[in-house]
């Protein structure tokens, strides 16, 4: 347009006619003398113009009209043929072509005028310039004359003149093109004006066009003769060409289709030519190369020369298919399926190597245009019968690359004889060394290469990635085939491989992206809409292909590419390899294409491992791909393996991961360059994967361990040492690679979390069965296991957290097994990631909060629960620490999980050693102190057993110990909280009873009908009851101390039917379980208590443990029922219980261990503490009796000093809450306890029977013998019962209670303890038993004393009791057969029997006889059962004995207690004298008084005079009690007895001594004082008047006849003796008997002064005074003892010497 308004502005207008005048001018000048005619024209012409000029506005138009006219003086200055002439008219005339002032006629002139010229061979560039100015300016020259114009080029074309020839080339060209764009332009123009012309039929004429518009037709005529010139047919419409040549001819052909394809696609016509003429053409062009085979004929020679193919053609006839098949495809189907097969068999070995390489260059140009191949595969490889195109040109390529390593090609022969690595030019082979010197040449820059088996090829830049620039095509000026660079070939196949695949992913990627983001927006239109996932369902059709294309091209692309990559040393190329292959291998997993997919993993897979190395997964892969040949074209395609041969840096030296060790494997830079691939594609195309991460993840876990990369914290992989073997050895190059692999790892788990479900799923899967196979291969042997697997488990959970439900039933499924492995550092890893997992799963932010997704929480929780069946102690060590950190980080927020935890805390055994049992204690330990008020109360039932477990433990003491601990701080809790925990534990069992009745089955809830707070307790209580029963002794004592400590503080929390439970299935079912252990328990002795632990004696057997664990449980028992007495009376079994409780303080007494009898008499004392409730009114005082003080403290309080103020607010608002009562019952309604009691009656006398029973076998050692504190408890058992029983207390039950008195005296003390309870023989003491005995007795006296008239038949018995004890003192009571000694002379291990000293016990108890008769002796009772004479007859044993009892004291107690008991009962049996109850009782007493005053043992020798002295005062006593109470009294006294105590008198007066002294009987003292007195009380009697019958008062005087006589005799001898005897004294006898007669006589004297003169016979005084001469002789005696004596006898003399009275007087007064 630039051009239009320059040329028809005024100025130029203007500016164009002054330029015609000038050349008309010039023209005429130069014409002037030559050519006359020319002149003249030239002059007519510049008038002419001037005409034009002036008459016309529009100039131009003008001229145009004229131009002719205007034109001739010019054409006829070109005839002139003058060189100067010629050139100035064909510049003038271009000019006027250039203002587009040229008609067609015009033209047509010119274009003569031209040829002429041409012809003659003049001005030749000039002319080719003047045809392209006149056809480039305008459109007005068609058919014929642009005929014409074009031959003129041509013809030109082939002169001589190289310039003329080029220039004449490049203008056809032009023309060509000017041609075809005039028809382009009259296209446009035309366009939407009239419809499409009507089909072409199928018309053979080829002249048939008059249905086009001008410019297309002369195109079509033009473009239909460059084809008949090619085909060397003459020409249709270029008439006048001479010569032609066929490259010239083509390459018109290619630029004309290349440039206009539209004109070929919007015709028909063209279309017809198209199929018509060019293809059968290039088709017949092309069969010289197809016959060729290289080397067949290489002589010109042979017979039938084949024609060679000839470069030129042959690479234009390429570049004619290139561009017919770049644009008319779709034209052209069949023609481009021959085509392809053409150029598939160029690349054929046999064919020369120009040929091979131009069509390398020729389908590099193909692969480049995916959309193209996309179309073959759609018109060929798609359809039935066709030949496979796609999948051939691919495959032809593939073994292109193939044959290059292994034919070596006729060009580059020599390098087959150069060694390995070597190479031609020498200067290439700078770089590498020979085949052993892997990375020698280290610092030279190597050329890129590939090597393969020797074959050496380098590697050229060819082309820019992703167009295809073409060398050899493009050598239009060679005639000769150009030699073809080593390498070349392979450079541009391998561009060609790689262009192929980038176009094809790309493309097919592009779209299914479009795809994917159309279906995501219809979703999200239409969101109801079933989602379609899968794009397969918008354009199925495209699918297809897309599939087809991968199935097509994927086996000669792997084959090519695993070739190409192991051949490769380059590792830009390498990486290209690398990236084609993971780009197909993303491709094919997006299509869902499983097998290719696998394959080109697999590929990836291998070369990141070592040459040959055993990697079972991969090779079952190829397996199945190695096999399958594919045949191309006859010429076999192997999928190659690795070789080992390539010479590579080494840069790693490792430990292959197999189960045998195989020494070590090498891994070289590219394996790593690999390896960073396989990251690369699990990282971005994760998603793809599917079923290949099983392939992936297993090469990376085999180069992980090679690299010696080791799991870290949270499954990262650090570099580690290998832990045996030869260790790893890595360059610095790898070294610092490491990290950034290992980050790499770490990375592609974390962009786990980007994958779908599925994907994640296939990883997982993958995962699993990779550490499976790691845990096969660490079976058995104790091998480092290959932990990757298990790594990555964990840290692909760790970043799907978000998520974690989809995938933590699989993943901790695998890792609960790997846990179970027997190789302890898999083991640990297991453990290691399962609680990682589920420490990071409870902590992590869920959406909703785990809070209020109980069911994601519990999931979580569960495999920590499963954890605890796996056996290996470090596992449940690992299992118990995450239980910790769990409880520390999130112990708040448990919630329904408490029951998992706790269950995993409480899965201990004793199997399992201290250091796990130690860490589930301290988690129990912190749940207790920190979490009971968080937890569900549902859960502290589990909290409760599981603390009992650890009570029951056997490993760890203490742990045990401090477990009970912990039970009594529950109980403390539940105490503190009882309203709160009652309410929750009450709504959630409203929710199970209703679950249950709708499934129609009971609660199952242990303890069911107690309410659940109370059931809670009843937990409680029942492990402590286990855990009192324990085999170990501290254990026992602790929670026996701590559940009656809980009941006591607690219990009143309890409802009362609950309590029911309480007593049944806790406390008693506790005693039956220890009494049975009790009684069976061992009775060896234990050394020591484990270590150098001293054992006290007393606990040195099992028997003794448990003895004290018995006697704890039994106590605690009777405590309870001793304090919540009034609430246990209300349950109705009340008495039941009461009777089962003594039943098992019955058999605990009965037990044959002491220290468990006394025991359960203590716990029998204070159950009998209860005082039965009264009214406050009448209490009377009578209760406060001597009951002895408890032995046990009272337990008021409760546990560890805790008021028990609030337990009972708090007991009262449950019980409100339960609207029961446990108050005491209202005043009045007094509870009958009587049957209590008497039951606890018959229980004591049971125990008391059993236990005082003499054993009734002989003397066996073993007997067992009831100790003294137990006796005294059983005995000081009875005043507190008796209170309870008195009322009813019969005469029977005083029969038995005496039996068990008497028993409990009688029984012996065993030797060794005898130190401590007898008291040395000297101390007259009672021992404790003997207290009790007399104190029960006492109180039994007393209740008789204040009771009824019907108690007070008791008191003989009572006496009959004492009087028992009283004969004691002689003879103390056999125990049986067994034999006592008094003194325990015990020798070693003989069990000695020592008898208690009973004498204090006797003469205590005479004293409360006596004092009790003192009291009593008038009841009617007393008298009818004759109590005296019991009383006399029991004391005349001792009093019999007297010197020979066995103590001094007794005989004496024993008379004074006679005097005092007669000097009461004597009266009352006077006065009782007539009803005859006493007259048994004068011979007992009868004989009392001989026993004792004639006593038969002697004085010991050893008594002292003074002694002596104290005893006769005691006979004198006696003397003196019958001269006062008896004799008085004798009309009362039953004659004998008054008649045998005169003659007891008699005996023991004076004249009873007998007259003849033995030496013997002179020392035994004479007891003067007492004959004396018997003498005196004789008299008395004698001379009293009170003498009933003559026989006594005869008997006496009888007695003082003789008395006198005798003294008489005795004293005349004395005096006889005494004179003959001189100086010698007498003997001593004969002194005794001098003073005995004469203080005989002086007695006699004092009775007879004191007499009634009346009583006394006349004959007595009559011999009395006939003794004083006598005694008047005497006085000459020597003795002063008898002097004194005399002086006595002689004193009362006086009384006589008065004067005699007359017999009158005398009379009357």
């Known amino acids: 347009m630039s051009v239009k308004m320059s040329t028809s502005s005024p100025e130029a207008v203007k500016k164009l006619l002054e330029n015609m005048q000038a050349d008309l001018r010039s023209l005429s000048m130069e014409c002037k003398k030559k050519f006359p005619p020319v002149k003249e024209a030239a002059e007519s012409g510049i008038v002419k113009i001037k005409t034009i000029a002036a008459r016309n506005t529009d100039i131009l138009a003008a001229l145009k009209e004229n131009s002719s006219e205007v034109v001739q003086p010019f054409l006829m200055g070109c005839g002139t043929k003058e060189p100067k002439i010629t050139q100035l008219c064909l510049a003038a005339i271009q000019r006027l072509m250039s203002h587009e002032v040229v008609s067609e006629a015009a033209a047509g002139n010119i274009i003569n005028m031209l040829w002429q010229l041409m012809e003659n061979g003049l001005e030749e560039l000039k002319l080719l310039q003047?045809?392209?100015?006149?056809?480039?300016?305008?459109?007005?020259?068609?058919?014929?004359?642009?005929?014409?114009?074009?031959?003129?080029?041509?013809?030109?074309?082939?002169?001589?003149?190289?310039?003329?020839?080029?220039?004449?080339?490049?203008?056809?060209?032009?023309?060509?093109?000017?041609?075809?764009?005039?028809?382009?332009?009259?296209?446009?123009?035309?366009?939407?004006?009239?419809?499409?012309?009507?089909?072409?039929?199928?018309?053979?004429?080829?002249?048939?066009?008059?249905?086009?518009?001008?410019?297309?037709?002369?195109?079509?005529?033009?473009?239909?003769?460059?084809?008949?010139?090619?085909?060397?047919?003459?020409?249709?419409?270029?008439?006048?060409?001479?010569?032609?040549?066929?490259?010239?001819?083509?390459?018109?052909?290619?630029?004309?289709?290349?440039?206009?394809?539209?004109?070929?696609?919007?015709?028909?016509?063209?279309?017809?030519?198209?199929?018509?003429?060019?293809?059968?053409?290039?088709?017949?062009?092309?069969?010289?190369?197809?016959?060729?085979?290289?080397?067949?004929?290489?002589?010109?020679?042979?017979?039938?020369?084949?024609?060679?193919?000839?470069?030129?053609?042959?690479?234009?006839?390429?570049?004619?298919?290139?561009?017919?098949?770049?644009?008319?495809?779709?034209?052209?189907?069949?023609?481009?399926?021959?085509?392809?097969?053409?150029?598939?068999?160029?690349?054929?070995?046999?064919?020369?190597?120009?040929?091979?390489?131009?069509?390398?260059?020729?389908?590099?140009?193909?692969?480049?245009?995916?959309?193209?191949?996309?179309?073959?595969?759609?018109?060929?490889?798609?359809?039935?019968?066709?030949?496979k195109v796609f999948r051939d040109i691919v495959n032809a390529l593939g073994s292109f690359i193939q044959s290059l390593f292994i034919l070596p090609s006729a060009g580059n022969t020599s390098s087959t004889s150069t060694p390995a690595g070597g190479s031609v030019s020498g200067s290439q082979a700078s770089g590498q060394g020979g085949p052993g010197a892997a990375g020698a040449g280290g610092g030279l820059i190597t050329q890129a290469a590939f090597e393969y088996r020797g074959t050496w090829i380098p590697l050229m830049n060819v082309s820019v990635q992703g167009s295809a620039k073409a060398t050899y095509l493009e050598m239009l000026d060679k005639v000769e085939p150009p030699s073809i660079p080593e390498g070349y070939a392979m450079s541009v196949a391998f561009s060609a491989l790689l262009d192929l695949v980038r176009g094809i992913t790309s493309m097919i990627e592009r779209e299914l992206s479009k795809q994917e983001q159309e279906a995501a927006m219809r979703e999200e239109a239409e969101p109801l809409s079933p989602p379609q996932r899968d794009s397969r369902r918008q354009d199925p059709m495209a699918h297809e292909v897309w599939e087809e294309m991968v199935n097509a091209c994927w086996c000669g692309l792997l084959a090519a590419l695993s070739l190409l990559l192991d051949a490769s040393t380059d590792e830009t190329a390498t990486e290209n390899i690398l990236k084609a292959e993971l780009s197909m291998a993303s491709l094919c997993g997006r299509l869902g294409l499983v097998t290719p997919r696998d394959a080109f993993i697999t590929a990836i897979c291998k070369a990141s491992l070592p040459p040959h190395y055993a990697l079972t997964i991969l090779s079952s892969n190829t397996a199945n791909l190695s096999n399958k040949v594919y045949s191309i074209q006859?010429?076999?395609?192997?999928?190659?393996?690795?070789?080992?041969?390539?010479?590579?840096?080494?840069?790693?030296?490792?430990?292959?991961?197999?189960?045998?060790?195989?020494?070590?494997?090498?891994?070289?830079?590219?394996?790593?360059?690999?390896?960073?691939?396989?990251?690369?594609?699990?990282?971005?195309?994760?998603?793809?994967?599917?079923?290949?991460?099983?392939?992936?993840?297993?090469?990376?876990?085999?180069?992980?361990?090679?690299?010696?990369?080791?799991?870290?914290?949270?499954?990262?992989?650090?570099?580690?040492?290998?832990?045996?073997?030869?260790?790893?050895?890595?360059?610095?190059?790898?070294?610092?690679?490491?990290?950034?692999?290992?980050?790499?790892?770490?990375?592609?788990?974390?962009?786990?979390?980007?994958?779908?479900?599925?994907?994640?799923?296939?990883?997982?899967?993958?995962?699993?069965s990779l550490s499976m196979e790691a845990m096969e291969m660490a079976y058995g042997n104790n091998k480092e296991p290959s932990l990757f697997a298990v790594a990555k488990l964990l840290e692909t959970g760790l970043v799907n957290m978000d998520r974690i439900e989809i995938l933590w039933r699989p993943l901790t499924a695998h890792l609960l097994e790997v846990c179970q492995h027997p190789n302890a550092r898999m083991r640990e890893w297991g453990a290691e990631a399962i609680t990682s997992l589920i420490k990071a799963g409870l902590s992590f932010k869920h959406e909703p909060p785990l809070s209020q997704n109980q069911r994601l929480q519990l999931l979580l929780l569960n495999p920590l629960k499963e954890l605890s069946n796996v056996l290996h102690a470090d596992i449940r060590q690992k299992q118990l620490e995450c239980v910790l950190q769990i409880l520390q980080n999130q112990g708040d927020s448990l919630g329904p999980g408490w029951p998992l935890v706790l269950g995993v805390i409480g899965a201990i055994r004793n199997d399992q050693g201290e250091s796990l049992i130690r860490t589930a204690f301290q988690c129990l330990q912190l749940v207790v102190t920190d979490f009971l008020p968080t937890m569900p109360c549902m859960c502290l039932q589990i909290v409760v057993d599981v603390a009992g477990s650890f009570g029951l433990q056997n490993q760890e003491l203490n742990i045990s110990l401090t477990s009970i601990g912990l039970l009594w701080n529950i109980s403390d809790y539940f105490f503190q909280r009882g309203e709160a925990i009652t309410e929750e534990l009450?709504?959630?069992?409203?929710?199970?009873?209703?679950?249950?009745?709708?499934?129609?089955?009971?609660?199952?809830?242990?303890f069911h009908p107690a309410p659940p707070f109370d059931c809670l307790w009843l937990c409680l209580y029942a492990k402590l009851g286990e855990l009192c029963v324990d085999p170990r002794p501290a254990v026992r004592k602790s929670a026996g101390q701590t559940m009656f400590s809980t009941i006591a503080a607690h219990g009143t929390l309890l409802q009362p039917p609950t309590w029911n439970i309480v007593v049944w299935k806790v406390l008693f079912h506790l005693l039956d379980c220890v009494r049975k252990s009790s009684t069976t328990a061992d009775k060896e002795k234990i050394e020591s208590g484990g270590g150098n632990i001293l054992i006290h004696h007393s606990r040195d057997t099992a028997e003794k443990q448990w003895a004290e664990t018995w006697v704890l449980t039994l106590a605690g028992v009777a405590r309870i029922f001793n304090t919540r007495r009034y609430l246990l009376q209300q349950l109705g079994d009340f008495f039941k219980a009461w009777e089962v409780l003594l039943d098992h303080i019955q058999s605990a007494a009965l037990s044959k261990n002491n220290e468990v009898s006394l025991a359960a008499l203590k716990s029998f004392q204070e159950?009998?503490?209860?005082?039965?409730?009264?009214?406050?009114?009448?209490?009377?005082?009578?209760?406060?009796?001597?009951?002895?003080?408890?032995?046990?403290?009272?337990?008021?309080?409760?546990?560890?000093?805790?008021?028990?103020?609030?337990?009972?607010?708090?007991?009262?608002?449950?019980?409100?809450?339960?609207?029961?009562?446990?108050?005491?019952?209202?005043?009045?309604?007094?509870?009958?306890?009587?049957?209590?009691?008497?039951?606890?009656?018959?229980?004591?006398?049971?125990?008391?029977?059993?236990?005082?029973?003499?054993?009734?076998?002989?003397?066996?050692?073993?007997?067992?013998?009831?100790?003294?504190?137990?006796?005294?408890?059983?005995?000081?058992?009875?005043?507190?019962?008796?209170?309870?029983?008195?009322?009813?207390?019969?005469?029977?039950?005083?029969?038995?209670?005496?039996?068990?008195?008497?028993?409990?005296?009688?029984?012996?003390?065993?030797?060794?303890?005898?130190?401590f309870i007898l008291p040395s023989y000297t101390e007259a003491v009672l021992t404790s038993l003997q207290e009790a005995v007399l104190t029960a007795l006492d109180v039994l006296q007393k209740a008789i004393c204040v009771g009824s008239e019907n108690l007070q038949v008791m008191y003989p018995a009572i006496f009959e009791q004492l009087l028992l004890f009283v004969e004691f003192s002689c003879k103390p009571p056999q125990y049986g057969k067994m034999e006592t000694k008094h003194v325990a002379n015990a020798k070693y291990n003989q069990a000695e029997w020592v008898a208690l000293n009973y004498v204090p016990f006797a003469e205590r108890s005479l004293e409360v006889v006596?004092?009790?008769?003192?009291?009593?002796?008038?009841?009617?009772?007393?008298?009818?059962?004759?109590?005296?004479?019991?009383?006399?007859?029991?004391?005349?044993?001792?009093?019999?004995?007297?010197?020979?009892?066995?103590?001094?004291?007794?005989?004496?107690?024993?008379?004074?207690?006679?005097?005092?008991?007669?000097?009461?009962?004597?009266?009352?049996?006077?006065?009782?004298?007539?009803?005859?109850?006493?007259?048994?009782?004068?011979?007992?007493?009868?004989?009392?008084?001989?026993?004792?005053?004639?006593?038969?043992?002697?004085?010991?020798?050893?008594?002292?005079?003074?002694?002596?002295?104290?005893?006769?005062?005691?006979?004198?006593?006696?003397?003196?009690?019958?001269?006062?109470?008896?004799?008085?009294?004798?009309?009362?006294?039953?004659?004998?007895?008054?008649?045998?105590?005169?003659?007891?008198?008699?005996?023991?007066?004076?004249?009873?001594?007998?007259?003849?002294?033995?030496?013997?009987?002179?020392?035994?003292?004479?007891?003067?004082?007492?004959?004396?007195?018997?003498?005196?009380?004789?008299?008395?009697?004698?001379?009293?008047?009170?003498?009933?019958?003559?026989?006594?008062?005869?008997?006496?005087?009888?007695?003082?006849?003789?008395?006198?006589?005798?003294?008489?005799?005795?004293?005349?001898?004395?005096?006889?003796?005494?004179?003959?005897?001189?100086?010698?004294?007498?003997?001593?006898?004969?002194?005794?008997?001098?003073?005995?007669?004469?203080?005989?006589?002086?007695?006699?004297?004092?009775?007879?002064?004191?007499?009634?003169?009346?009583?006394?016979?006349?004959?007595?005084?009559?011999?009395?005074?006939?003794?004083?001469p006598t005694l008047v002789e005497c006085i000459t005696c020597s003795s002063p003892e008898v002097s004194s004596a005399l002086k006595d006898a002689l004193g009362p003399f006086k009384d006589f010497m008065q004067p005699p009275v007359s017999k009158v007087q005398n009379g009357e007064s």
């Open 130 to 387: 003047t045809v392209l100015v006149l056809l480039t300016t305008n459109t007005i020259v068609h058919d014929e004359v642009l005929s014409k114009a074009i031959v003129l080029c041509f013809r030109l074309h082939f002169t001589k003149d190289n310039i003329t020839n080029n220039t004449a080339a490049a203008t056809v060209r032009q023309v060509v093109t000017v041609v075809f764009e005039r028809m382009v332009a009259e296209d446009e123009k035309f366009k939407g004006l009239t419809e499409e012309p009507p089909a072409v039929q199928g018309n053979s004429n080829r002249r048939s066009v008059s249905t086009l518009r001008p410019s297309a037709k002369d195109a079509y005529m033009l473009f239909q003769d460059l084809c008949q010139l090619v085909n060397a047919d003459a020409p249709y419409w270029l008439v006048g060409m001479t010569e032609m040549t066929r490259t010239f001819g083509l390459e018109l052909l290619e630029s004309v289709l290349n440039d206009f394809p539209e004109v070929f696609l919007q015709h028909q016509e063209f279309s017809f030519l198209l199929k018509e003429r060019v293809c059968p053409l290039v088709i017949k062009l092309f069969s010289p190369n197809i016959k060729f085979r290289q080397g067949s004929s290489s002589s010109a020679s042979s017979p039938a020369p084949v024609e060679k193919p000839y470069f030129p053609i042959c690479m234009r006839l390429l570049r004619v298919v290139s561009v017919l098949i770049k644009h008319f495809y779709s034209l052209l189907v069949t023609e481009c399926e021959i085509f392809l097969s053409l150029l598939v068999k160029f690349l054929d070995g046999e064919k020369p190597q120009w040929l091979r390489a131009v069509a390398v260059e020729s389908v590099h140009r193909l692969c480049v245009q995916p959309h193209l191949l996309r179309s073959f595969c759609q018109s060929y490889d798609m359809k039935q019968h066709s030949t």
């Open 634 to 768: 006859g010429q076999s395609v192997q999928i190659v393996s690795p070789s080992s041969e390539s010479h590579q840096q080494v840069v790693a030296v490792g430990q292959p991961l197999t189960t045998q060790p195989q020494g070590t494997v090498v891994l070289t830079a590219k394996n790593i360059q690999c390896m960073r691939t396989l990251l690369n594609l699990a990282h971005c195309h994760g998603a793809y994967l599917g079923t290949s991460w099983q392939l992936v993840l297993a090469t990376l876990q085999h180069l992980v361990w090679i690299l010696g990369l080791k799991p870290a914290v949270g499954g990262v992989l650090k570099p580690g040492r290998a832990v045996e073997g030869p260790s790893t050895v890595l360059t610095t190059a790898v070294m610092t690679d490491l990290p950034v692999i290992s980050n790499i790892l770490s990375r592609l788990f974390e962009s786990s979390q980007y994958l779908d479900d599925v994907s994640l799923h296939h990883l997982i899967n993958a995962l699993c």
């Open 986 to 1006: 009450e709504r959630e069992e409203a929710v199970l009873l209703k679950q249950a009745q709708d499934k129609g089955e009971p609660l199952n809830r242990p």
């Open 1167 to 1315: 159950i009998l503490q209860l005082v039965t409730p009264i009214k406050d009114t009448d209490k009377p005082d009578a209760l406060a009796m001597d009951v002895p003080p408890v032995l046990m403290e009272s337990l008021q309080g409760s546990g560890p000093g805790r008021p028990l103020v609030r337990s009972d607010s708090l007991a009262e608002r449950l019980a409100q809450r339960y609207g029961a009562q446990h108050s005491l019952p209202p005043p009045g309604e007094e509870l009958d306890d009587s049957a209590l009691w008497w039951s606890a009656w018959n229980t004591w006398y049971r125990i008391g029977t059993e236990c005082t029973r003499p054993p009734s076998g002989g003397t066996d050692k073993l007997v067992f013998v009831p100790s003294q504190p137990f006796l005294t408890a059983l005995i000081q058992i009875f005043p507190a019962l008796y209170q309870h029983i008195a009322g009813g207390f019969s005469m029977e039950d005083l029969k038995k209670l005496g039996v068990i008195l008497h028993g409990a005296v009688s029984v012996p003390i065993s030797s060794d303890s005898s130190p």
């Open 1410 to 1668: 006596v004092d009790l008769y003192h009291k009593t002796a008038c009841h009617k009772a007393v008298i009818n059962e004759k109590v005296l004479q019991n009383i006399i007859k029991t004391l005349r044993i001792p009093l019999g004995l007297k010197y020979a009892c066995p103590a001094e004291s007794t005989w004496k107690l024993a008379v004074s207690s006679l005097l005092k008991v007669l000097s009461i009962g004597l009266p009352v049996a006077r006065q009782q004298a007539s009803s005859g109850k006493f007259d048994t009782m004068w011979p007992e007493l009868a004989n009392a008084f001989e026993n004792f005053l004639f006593t038969k043992s002697t004085p010991p020798d050893n008594l002292s005079i003074q002694e002596f002295q104290r005893n006769e005062a005691i006979d004198v006593e006696v003397v003196q009690l019958i001269s006062t109470e008896i004799l008085p009294f004798a009309n009362f006294i039953p004659k004998e007895f008054v008649g045998r105590i005169m003659s007891m008198l008699n005996k023991g007066s004076i004249h009873s001594q007998s007259s003849s002294f033995t030496e013997a009987e002179m020392d035994i003292r004479m007891r003067e004082e007492f004959s004396k007195v018997c003498f005196e009380t004789l008299l008395q009697f004698s001379f009293s008047n009170k003498v009933s019958t003559p026989q006594e008062g005869y008997i006496s005087r009888m007695a003082l006849s003789v008395l006198l006589q005798r003294a008489q005799d005795v004293l005349r001898r004395y005096v006889e003796d005494e004179r003959l005897s001189g100086r010698c004294p007498l003997p001593r006898q004969q002194v005794t008997e001098i003073i005995f007669v004469l203080k005989a006589i002086s007695t006699l004297m004092d009775s007879l002064k004191k007499t009634q003169p009346e009583n006394v016979d006349g004959n007595v005084w009559a011999q009395v005074i006939a003794l004083y």
